[in-house]
C-alpha cells in the first residue's frame, strides 16, 4: 500500500515569515512529486512539481526533495494571508499507469 | 481559454437514484480522472482513463460507473449501489506521457444525497 504522510496541522505562521510544509512517502521507486494549494471549498491548484534530489524555486515557493530520506517539502517565504489554504502533496510512481497518491493535507494558515 | 469544466456545481440526489456528473477538457489531454474527497481528507482515485474507450478502476470503484467515448470527456455515473455518495468529485487531467504526470483540476461537484 503506497502511503503518502503530511502532518495534518493546523499550522499557522505570522505574515512575512517562512512555512515549511513537509511531506513523507512510503514508494521507494517514486519518481514524480508535487505540491498543490487548495483553497476552502475550491479545487486544487498545482503549485510546484519536482523530480529529482534538490531544491527547486519558483517566486516565493521552494520544493525541497530528498529521495534516500522519502521526503520532500514546500517552503513558503515571506507568507501572505492568501497563502491561508490546506496544501495536499501528491506522489507518482513509474509503472503506475500515471496515478497521483495524495497526502491527506496540511492546513496554513498566514495571521496578519 | 484551456480548462476543464465540470457540472453541475452543486448536486442533490435522493435515495435510490443514480446520477451523471458531467467533465470535459479542451486541453488535448489524453488520461482523464475522477477523484473524490471526503472533509479533511486527500483525494481518493475513483476512475482513470488513459486513452478512449478504455478505462481502470482505482482504489473505490464500487458504486460508480464511467465511459469515455470522446476524449474530451470523462462522465461518472454514481448509482445507487454507493453507500455513501455525499462528497467533492473533483476530475483532473494530464499527458499521457512524458516525465512527470502533472494532472490539472476541474472546479468539481459537490454532490449532496437528501
Known amino acids: 500500500q503506497k502511503e503518502v504522510e503530511q502532518n495534518s496541522g493546523p499550522l499557522s505562521v505570522p505574515e512575512g515569515a517562512i512555512a515549511s510544509l513537509n511531506c513523507t512517502y512510503s514508494?521507494?521507486?517514486?519518481?514524480?512529486f508535487f505540491w498543490y494549494r487548495q483553497y476552502s471549498g475550491k479545487s486544487p491548484e498545482l503549485i510546484m512539481s519536482?523530480?529529482?534530489?534538490g531544491d527547486k524555486e519558483d517566486g516565493r515557493f521552494t520544493a525541497q526533495l530528498n529521495k534516500a530520506s522519502q521526503y520532500v517539502s514546500l517552503l513558503i517565504r515571506d507568507s501572505q494571508p492568501s497563502d491561508s489554504a490546506t496544501y495536499l502533496c501528491a506522489v507518482s510512481t513509474a509503472g503506475s499507469a500515471r496515478q497521483l497518491t495524495f497526502g491527506s493535507g496540511t492546513q496554513l494558515t498566514v495571521l496578519p | 481559454d484551456g480548462g476543464i469544466t465540470q457540472s453541475p456545481k452543486y448536486l442533490f440526489r435522493k435515495e435510490g437514484q443514480n446520477v451523471t456528473l458531467s467533465c470535459e477538457q479542451n486541453l488535448n489531454h489524453d488520461a482523464m480522472y475522477w477523484y473524490r474527497q471526503d472533509p479533511g481528507q486527500g483525494l481518493r482515485l475513483i476512475y482513470y482513463s488513459q486513452i478512449v474507450n478504455d478505462f481502470q478502476k482505482g482504489d473505490i470503484a464500487e458504486g460508480y460507473s464511467v465511459s469515455r467515448e470522446k476524449k474530451e470527456s470523462f462522465p461518472l455515473t454514481v448509482t445507487s449501489a454507493q453507500k455513501n455518495p455525499t462528497a467533492f468529485y473533483l476530475c483532473a487531467s494530464s499527458r499521457a506521457s512524458g516525465l512527470g504526470n502533472e494532472q490539472f483540476f476541474g472546479p468539481g461537484t459537490r454532490l449532496t444525497v437528501l
Open positions: 519536482i523530480y529529482s534530489n
Open positions: 514508494d521507494r521507486v517514486s519518481q514524480s
